[in-house]
């Protein structure tokens, strides 16, 4: 294919052929033995006007277009109309736009360049004979998945729409919950090969122009062959690569976009995929759940509470209970610490090994479970905590506490989602450090996270900002969430010049 | 990159290299010491441990309590030698209890005490008790009849002080600062053995009265309900008291449930006097059935002034003990004196002891009943 050819070098012979020609015939001959060799789907449906007879040519794709548009709105059309006999080329051309074509969408175009990105987008291509000009129509049409609620994603109060892979479709769902003129959706083609079509999406007035043209300049700058989901885009444009810690935030949902880039921040919709992405992300994004919004703002600022407490457990139970096991026994009661050492008294490895050991497990299990079929990924968990965890300790393996050590991280992992895979390799490296140095390895461990966190940036904001703000309208919506009508600003890094969210006349009225 | 990796191996080095705690060891490796004791110095240091070890595994686990003595020159090797017939590397940091003998007590507690406030995984919140009418290691093997192990036993019992005015608990911290402060003498609670069904049970209840280092002599549980009461230390407890009422003379059951103390010292040019008010707050416990009516404020009246009396009487024998007997003063009259006038405490400090044996002391006592259980009047019966 054309495209092939050119990744591979082979330039086409340009100055000759990348023109079309008036005959119909050396056209076609070049398309099907050059540009469209060796692609079946490629349809050519010849056919003729009325008197004054004229050849027409309508070529598409199989499959990505509309059959019954193409028949109603363009062959018939054609086939019924007389063109005048003393037009010809461009002004002919121009006719059949105009007067015969009923089409929305159609271009006019004059190299085989063109038609070919047309055809294998799902337009309709229309060469006539006598003419080097031929006509692109709109005419996509292919299956999409219908609007569903994200399965990553789910709610128990909230919108059940999520994203599909129809990129054309997800622009609207955002668009329908922003109803204003100043929400700006920018296209651009990505991917030398694939020619993604991805939407930058933002609220002019609200998102600070410096942080619009950041993201299209790394958009921009991206040289790939292929962007087939949107976590492609995402680690070419990231800020701090080598960091497990997410700098970009993706989301399923059309209602978590219009918050963020209500609040300032810039989406980036990828056709092909149901995963957006926001930016900038924030460290407190990662506990911040849409459903925060819609209950009750204790009810939510608990749950929140809940999200840290959880983070903080599924890093730290393995190395805390490491390092006060093995370096510091008096800082556990007496009678736990003797039952501890009751339960170890069989196990024969250390325990540093077992805890690595289940730790290794564990994941494995997960990893196992993730990417099953259901009903097999059930069986991996039934095998996982029955076989194993019962098995493990009855054959003295490993002790009864660790079991509960390994149950608590994983757990708790799960209630912050976004950062479980993260965890992971924070628990690891917290589980070494004490291993080493006990509860003075294990601070040590936080102090080195803590200096990583505070010295990101995700676009040109500070990683860590609003959790370690000390003004009380930046600390609003952190670890609590205060209700909306406390929530006069918005975020001070986000959104600089444009911070008033709630409206001075609507802010007397709740009072 | 390269800064990267050069500041991720200059963590590592400075973590490994510039500490010197490498105390990695297995949980399952350490036997836990839950109390000691101390029965001799002279010639050899024997030094008795109750260690709690676990038999079974898992759910099946139980505690069983192991006595341990050994001899040695001094504390820190004897508790060393421990090592051998352990097995185990002893772990001291969760002990609890740390008894001494009467006679060790006698000779002097700097000895004992010095080498356990060095060690750096002894805690100085350890109870400190000494041992009455028999050794430590006789109160380590009795058997209490429902926890598993001494240590255990007397930490539960102390814990209980708040409650019962029988003894004033002293941890490791509390006797030491005692030792060392201007002006005040240190009390420790005893343990007895008592018959419990066929065993030897431990109680605690009384005190040594010390003075510096040396135990000099005893406080029955009666007296250290009164020492609890004058430091301030008494929060609950009941006691039983002759009344008299209209005539008839009833023994009604009185129980603590609160008392304000101020003790205040009154310099009028050479001459120093304590001047020490108690107020109490009693309830009323029972009366045997007896006709007493406390919905009557003539007999509440009568009563508040017998046990006014009563305590007034109590608190006089108590200070002539401390003050001509022992000539200790463990309520701290001194350190009351070098806190609020300093002046006159420096003058008579070199010769506390005489002063303190010929200390006028004013006592007051106020008393309230303030609750009468759920019945003020008595139970009549039908004729």
């Given at each position: 294919?054309f495209f092939?050819?050119?990744?591979?070098?082979?330039q086409?012979?340009t100055?000759d052929?990348?023109?079309?020609?008036?005959?119909?015939?050396t056209n076609?001959?070049?398309?099907?033995?050059?540009?469209?060799?060796?692609?079946?789907?490629?349809?050519?449906?010849?056919?003729?006007?009325k008197?004054?007879?004229r050849?027409?040519v309508?070529?598409?794709?199989n499959?990505?277009t509309?059959h019954?548009?193409?028949?109603?709105?363009i062959?018939?059309?054609?086939m019924i109309?007389?063109?005048?006999r003393?037009?010809?080329?461009q002004?002919?051309?121009?006719?059949?736009?105009?007067?015969?074509?009923q089409?929305d969408?159609?271009?006019v175009?004059?190299?085989?360049?063109?038609?070919?990105?047309?055809?294998?987008?799902?337009a309709?291509?229309v060469?006539?004979e006598?003419?080097?000009?031929?006509?692109?129509?709109?005419?996509?049409?292919w299956?999409?998945?219908?609007?569903?609620?994200p399965?990553?994603?789910?709610?128990?109060?909230?919108p059940r729409?999520?994203?599909?892979?129809?990129?054309?479709?997800?622009?609207s769902?955002v668009?329908?919950?922003?109803?204003?003129?100043?929400?700006k959706?920018r296209?651009?083609?990505?991917?030398l090969?694939?020619r993604t079509?991805?939407?930058?999406m933002?609220v002019?007035?609200?998102?600070?122009?410096?942080?619009?043209?950041?993201?299209f300049?790394?958009?921009?700058?991206?040289?790939?062959?292929?962007?087939?989901?949107?976590?492609?885009?995402?680690e070419f444009?990231r800020d701090?690569?080598?960091?497990?810690?997410p700098?970009?935030?993706h989301t399923?949902?059309?209602?978590?976009?219009?918050?963020?880039i209500?609040?300032?921040?810039?989406?980036?919709?990828v056709?092909?995929?149901?995963?957006?992405l926001?930016?900038p992300?924030?460290?407190?994004?990662?506990?911040?759940?849409?459903?925060?919004?819609?209950?009750?703002?204790m009810?939510?600022s608990?749950?929140?509470t809940?999200?840290?407490?959880?983070?903080?457990?599924?890093?730290?139970?393995?190395?805390?209970?490491?390092a006060?096991?093995?370096?510091h026994?008096?800082?556990?009661?007496?009678?736990?610490s003797?039952?501890?050492?009751?339960a170890?008294?069989?196990?024969?490895?250390?325990?540093?090994?077992?805890?690595?050991a289940?730790?290794?497990?564990?994941?494995?299990?997960?990893e196992?479970?993730?990417?099953?079929?259901k009903?097999?990924?059930?069986a991996?968990?039934?095998?996982g905590a029955?076989?194993?965890?019962?098995?493990?300790v009855?054959a003295s393996?490993v002790?009864?506490?660790m079991?509960?050590?390994?149950?608590?991280?994983?757990v708790?992992g799960?209630?912050?989602?976004?950062?479980?895979?993260?965890?992971?390799?924070?628990?690891?490296?917290?589980?070494?450090?004490s291993?080493?140095?006990?509860l003075?390895?294990?601070?040590?461990?936080?102090?080195g996270?803590?200096?990583?966190?505070?010295?990101?940036?995700?676009?040109g904001?500070p990683?860590?900002s609003?959790l370690?703000?000390l003004?009380?309208?930046?600390s609003?919506d952190t670890?609590?969430r205060?209700p909306?009508?406390r929530?006069?600003?918005?975020?001070r890094?986000?959104?600089?010049?444009n911070?008033?969210?709630?409206?001075?006349?609507?802010?007397?009225k709740?009072? | 990159?390269?800064?990267?990796?050069?500041?991720?191996?200059?963590?590592?080095?400075?973590?490994?290299l510039?500490?010197?705690c490498?105390?990695?060891?297995?949980?399952?490796?350490r036997?836990?010491?839950?109390g000691?004791?101390?029965?001799?110095?002279e010639p050899k240091?024997?030094?008795?441990?109750?260690?709690?070890?676990s038999t079974?595994?898992?759910q099946e686990a139980?505690f069983?309590?192991?006595?341990?003595?050994?001899?040695?020159?001094?504390l820190?090797?004897g508790?060393?030698?421990?090592?051998?017939?352990?097995?185990?590397?002893?772990?001291?940091?969760?002990?609890?209890?740390?008894?001494?003998?009467?006679e060790?007590?006698?000779?002097?507690?700097?000895?004992?005490?010095e080498?356990?406030?060095r060690?750096r995984?002894?805690?100085?919140?350890?109870y400190?008790l000494?041992?009455?009418?028999c050794?430590?290691?006789?109160?380590?093997?009795?058997?209490?009849?429902?926890l598993?192990?001494?240590?255990?036993?007397?930490t539960?019992i102390?814990?209980l002080?708040?409650i019962?005015?029988?003894f004033?608990?002293?941890?490791?911290?509390?006797?030491?600062g005692?030792?060392?402060?201007?002006?005040?003498s240190?009390t420790?609670p005893?343990?007895?053995?008592?018959?419990?069904?066929?065993?030897?049970?431990p109680?605690?209840?009384?005190?040594?009265v010390?003075?510096l280092?040396r135990?000099i002599?005893?406080?029955s549980?009666?007296?250290?309900?009164?020492l609890?009461?004058?430091k301030?230390?008494?929060?609950g407890?009941?006691?039983v008291m002759?009344t008299e009422i209209?005539?008839n003379?009833?023994?009604?059951?009185y129980?603590?449930?609160?008392?304000?103390?101020?003790?205040?010292p009154?310099?009028?040019?050479?001459?120093?006097?304590?001047?020490?008010?108690?107020?109490?707050?009693?309830?009323v416990?029972?009366?045997?059935?007896?006709?007493?009516?406390?919905?009557d404020p003539?007999?509440?009246?009568?009563?508040?002034?017998?046990?006014?009396?009563?305590?007034?009487r109590?608190?006089?024998?108590?200070?002539?003990?401390?003050?001509?007997?022992?000539?200790s003063?463990?309520?701290?009259f001194g350190?009351?004196?070098?806190r609020r006038?300093?002046?006159?405490?420096?003058?008579?400090e070199?010769?506390?002891?005489a002063?303190?044996?010929g200390?006028?002391v004013d006592?007051?006592?106020?008393?309230?009943?303030a609750?009468t259980?759920?019945?003020?009047?008595p139970?009549?019966?039908?004729?």
């Amino acid at each position: 294919m054309f495209f092939w050819k050119r990744a591979k070098g082979e330039q086409p012979k340009t100055r000759d052929l990348d023109r079309l020609s008036t005959s119909l015939e050396t056209n076609l001959k070049w398309l099907r033995s050059n540009l469209f060799a060796d692609d079946d789907t490629i349809v050519y449906r010849r056919f003729k006007t009325k008197e004054p007879t004229r050849q027409c040519v309508l070529i598409h794709a199989n499959n990505m277009t509309k059959h019954e548009f193409l028949s109603d709105y363009i062959v018939r059309p054609l086939m019924i109309s007389s063109l005048p006999r003393e037009l010809h080329g461009q002004r002919l051309i121009q006719h059949i736009t105009e007067q015969v074509i009923q089409s929305d969408g159609a271009t006019v175009f004059s190299s085989y360049e063109k038609l070919a990105e047309g055809v294998v987008a799902g337009a309709g291509a229309v060469l006539v004979e006598g003419c080097n000009l031929g006509i692109s129509v709109d005419a996509q049409g292919w299956e999409k998945r219908s609007v569903t609620e994200p399965q990553t994603e789910s709610v128990v109060r909230g919108p059940r729409q999520g994203f599909t892979e129809d990129l054309g479709v997800n622009v609207s769902l955002v668009r329908r919950k922003i109803l204003s003129p100043e929400l700006k959706v920018r296209m651009m083609d990505v991917g030398l090969q694939t020619r993604t079509k991805v939407a930058i999406m933002y609220v002019e007035g609200i998102a600070p122009k410096e942080l619009v043209d950041e993201v299209f300049q790394r958009i921009e700058r991206i040289e790939t062959d292929a962007i087939l989901e949107s976590g492609y885009i995402e680690e070419f444009i990231r800020d701090s690569p080598n960091c497990p810690f997410p700098t970009i935030g993706h989301t399923e949902r059309p209602d978590r976009v219009a918050g963020k880039i209500l609040e300032g921040r810039v989406a980036v919709l990828v056709d092909g995929t149901p995963f957006a992405l926001t930016m900038p992300f924030l460290f407190v994004e990662a506990f911040q759940a849409n459903e925060d919004y819609f209950h009750h703002w204790m009810v939510a600022s608990f749950h929140r509470t809940l999200r840290y407490i959880s983070f903080f457990l599924t890093t730290s139970t393995p190395g805390l209970y490491l390092a006060l096991v093995t370096h510091h026994p008096q800082l556990i009661p007496m009678s736990l610490s003797i039952s501890i050492a009751a339960a170890r008294k069989n196990v024969p490895f250390p325990a540093m090994v077992e805890v690595i050991a289940m730790g290794l497990v564990f994941e494995i299990l997960r990893e196992g479970g993730v990417r099953l079929p259901k009903p097999v990924g059930q069986a991996i968990s039934i095998v996982g905590a029955i076989v194993l965890g019962e098995a493990a300790v009855g054959a003295s393996l490993v002790s009864a506490p660790m079991i509960i050590v390994v149950g608590v991280t994983g757990v708790a992992g799960f209630v912050v989602s976004k950062l479980n895979d993260t965890a992971v390799l924070i628990r690891i490296l917290l589980v070494f450090t004490s291993a080493v140095l006990g509860l003075y390895g294990f601070l040590f461990g936080i102090m080195g996270i803590m200096v990583q966190l505070a010295s990101m940036e995700s676009f040109g904001i500070p990683y860590l900002s609003s959790l370690t703000s000390l003004t009380i309208q930046g600390s609003k919506d952190t670890v609590i969430r205060l209700p909306w009508w406390r929530m006069v600003l918005r975020p001070r890094h986000l959104a600089p010049k444009n911070r008033e969210r709630l409206h001075r006349q609507s802010r007397s009225k709740t009072k | 990159m390269k800064k990267d990796l050069a500041r991720v191996f200059f963590l590592c080095a400075v973590t490994l290299l510039t500490t010197g705690c490498w105390d990695y060891t297995e949980i399952e490796l350490r036997d836990f010491v839950v109390g000691a004791g101390v029965d001799a110095v002279e010639p050899k240091v024997i030094v008795i441990t109750e260690m709690a070890k676990s038999t079974g595994t898992g759910q099946e686990a139980e505690f069983r309590p192991v006595v341990l003595t050994t001899e040695a020159r001094s504390l820190t090797s004897g508790a060393h030698n421990l090592a051998n017939p352990s097995g185990m590397e002893i772990f001291w940091a969760h002990a609890q209890v740390f008894l001494v003998s009467e006679e060790v007590a006698q000779g002097g507690m700097l000895t004992i005490l010095e080498p356990i406030i060095r060690a750096r995984d002894l805690r100085s919140t350890m109870y400190l008790l000494v041992a009455k009418d028999c050794t430590v290691e006789e109160v380590f093997k009795s058997k209490p009849p429902l926890l598993t192990g001494v240590s255990q036993h007397l930490t539960s019992i102390i814990r209980l002080s708040a409650i019962s005015a029988d003894f004033v608990p002293q941890q490791l911290w509390q006797f030491t600062g005692d030792l060392a402060a201007p002006g005040i003498s240190a009390t420790l609670p005893a343990v007895e053995l008592v018959h419990e069904g066929g065993n030897l049970m431990p109680v605690v209840r009384g005190a040594a009265v010390f003075k510096l280092d040396r135990m000099i002599g005893w406080l029955s549980k009666e007296e250290t309900q009164i020492l609890a009461l004058l430091k301030g230390e008494s929060e609950g407890g009941f006691f039983v008291m002759d009344t008299e009422i209209k005539g008839n003379t009833t023994a009604i059951t009185y129980e603590f449930r609160g008392s304000q103390l101020k003790t205040k010292p009154i310099v009028d040019g050479e001459r120093v006097e304590m001047k020490v008010s108690l107020s109490l707050q009693l309830g009323v416990a029972g009366t045997r059935g007896a006709d007493v009516d406390f919905s009557d404020p003539a007999v509440v009246r009568g009563v508040e002034e017998q046990v006014a009396r009563y305590f007034t009487r109590r608190i006089r024998d108590f200070l002539r003990l401390i003050q001509e007997d022992y000539n200790s003063d463990i309520l701290g009259f001194g350190r009351l004196l070098w806190r609020r006038e300093p002046a006159t405490w420096r003058k008579i400090e070199s010769d506390w002891d005489a002063v303190f044996r010929g200390l006028p002391v004013d006592v007051e006592v106020d008393c309230r009943i303030a609750f009468t259980g759920f019945r003020a009047q008595p139970i009549k019966m039908r004729n």
